[in-house]
């Protein structure tokens, strides 16, 4: 699946999208699997309750299922207006 | 209308173009949010954004305002990329029968997008860059709805 990142989290992992072929079953699986895989990943997912995750272009928790979904967005929160 | 663009836009001749459009409307409400300085001088904001989720999530908002509200029509533009003080950064218009309506939904159309809408602000000063925070004030106005 393609996972996207943006603003400080694309900034501190450094890159604005990768593709990630992943078994995690929810949102929350796959972050544990990205923390895993280097400090700046660590770094970025250190506090999710600060970031924000879309399924899809959507919003969602990050207890919510990752099965058919395509594409996976984390964001601190917006600041829009 | 939804418009996400980088280029400028002219508020007045927008609302103008906005009013002169809508029929049977007594009330047009606009509202035009301005890069404003900030302490240490703002040199540029810069506004990063979700392509694929922008008009989507502008889309779902401009709806259920129209849901909610006795609505002629709705207008929102925002833009991306990096803006000057003193420019605008986004507007909304509503236009409807009457005058409660037109405003209540322009202020629901900012509330959501301010924290609904995926753009993020990142203030370039002569001290540096930072990313604006959110504010819990922003998440709270939902609540009113």
Known sequence: MNVLYFAWVRERIGLPVEDVTTSAATVADLVEELRGREERYAAAFADTSALRVALDQELAEFDAPLAGVREVAFFPPMTGG | ?145
């Open chain 2, 1 to 145: 209308m939804i418009r996400v663009q980088a280029m400028p836009f002219d508020a007045g001749g927008e609302l103008n173009r906005f009013a002169a459009e809508v029929d049977g409307a007594g009330a047009v409400v606009s509202f035009t949010g301005v890069v404003r300085d900030v302490a240490g001088g703002l040199e540029a904001m810069e506004i990063e954004h979700y392509p694929a989720m922008t008009e989507k999530a502008l889309g779902a908002i401009r709806a259920q305002a129209v849901q909610r509200w006795d609505l002629a029509d709705a207008l929102v533009i925002h833009r991306f990329g990096r803006l000057e003080p003193g420019e605008g950064i986004m507007m909304v218009a509503t236009a409807a029968r009457h005058r409660r309506d037109a405003f209540e939904a322009a202020e629901f159309l900012m509330d959501y997008l301010k924290s609904r809408a995926p753009f993020w602000k990142k203030e370039i000063t002569r001290d540096g860059a930072a990313w604006v925070a959110s504010k819990a004030d922003d998440e709270a106005a939902l609540g009113r709805w």
